[in-house]
């Protein structure tokens, strides 16, 4: 079965800011938050950092044939990472486009010089990450228009990682708005979603703009850690049993969101969770696993 995880993180080198405090690369997993270290990737990750060549290895241990580059603000801003990425594994990578979106008119200009100079494509929004430095400010804003208008024009997908109540309000409008982007929910609808084991109304919103709208669609990482909880996770492949029923195999795609998952289980076991552990049909596993992201990311 073709396997293509649409949600890994590459970086040289932890360069953020979340909350205010600088992020940075110490070694074996560990980082520097501000003063105080502490452990963000698995300690087999010598140098802190998340190379291409250490995916490229964890995905051919697992016969994972391709992936999607993300980025986010919370591993830094890696666009030239990413690109040299997969310039090196063209057969097995594609990145995604990463500009701050508060800068409006001018992140729309850097996202346009990005799609015509490179080869990444897309979006990705971390709304948490994002409004950390502007409070107050949401991505649904008029401000921000020139953005979505660039990606809109140049017809490239869109990955959401929602955290509030707002969000998925301004989700709704945008897709609205926007009705020709493809949008993908990131984490099943991630914090938005699911808090401290308990799932909030916005997920049956989300479900059902999944299901009914065309253009969007959900990826099923993450999950376990909103459950907190061990492999092969009960509660998470329920849950991602439940949403395949209700939107369907062609709307769903795996992802792992590597290497921060790997502190919580192996690559392999990110792999089973989905293929072993939810009883879906090998038919439609075969969408979710890869034939969708296939024909949406790798087609063209
Ligand atoms: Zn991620």
Request: negative net charge; charged residues 25%.
């Amino acid at each position: 079965m073709m396997m293509i995880d649409i949600h890994a993180h590459v970086c040289d080198r932890l360069a953020a800011i979340t909350n205010g405090q600088p992020l940075c690369s110490l070694s074996y997993g560990k980082a520097k938050l501000g003063n105080k270290p502490i452990q963000f990737f698995p300690p087999s990750f010598e140098r802190s950092n998340s190379p291409a060549e250490m995916l490229i290895a964890h995905m051919d241990h697992a016969g994972v044939d391709k992936a999607l580059l993300m980025a986010n603000p919370y591993y830094g801003y890696h666009n030239d990472y990413i690109s040299e990425s997969v310039k090196k594994y063209p057969d097995r990578l594609k990145g995604v486009a990463f500009v701050d979106m508060i800068k409006g008119e001018s992140a729309a200009k850097e996202l346009a010089d990005l799609y015509d100079n490179t080869d990444l494509f897309g979006f990705k929004v971390e709304t948490d990450s994002t409004f950390q430095c502007a409070p107050g400010r949401h991505m649904g804003e008029e401000d921000f228009f020139p953005v979505w208008d660039v990606i809109n024009a140049y017809k490239q997908p869109v990955f959401i990682h929602l955290f509030t109540d707002r969000d998925v309000e301004d989700l709704l409008k945008l897709v609205k708005r926007f009705p020709d982007i493809t949008y993908v929910i990131c984490h099943m609808g991630a914090d938005a979603c699911f808090k401290g084991g308990r799932i909030s109304g916005n997920y049956a919103v989300l479900l059902e703009l999944v299901k009914k709208n065309p253009k969007v669609y959900m990826d099923t990482s993450t999950v376990p850690v909103y459950y907190d909880e061990e492999y092969p996770f009960p509660s998470s492949t329920a849950a991602i049993r439940q949403a395949y029923e209700i939107v369907g195999a062609e709307k769903l795609m795996w992802a792992t969101d590597y290497p921060g998952m790997l502190n919580h289980a192996t690559y392999q076991q990110l792999v089973n969770m989905v293929t072993r552990h939810c009883g879906i049909p090998e038919e439609d596993l075969k969408l979710i696993m890869g034939e969708n992201a296939q024909r949406l990311f790798f087609s063209k």
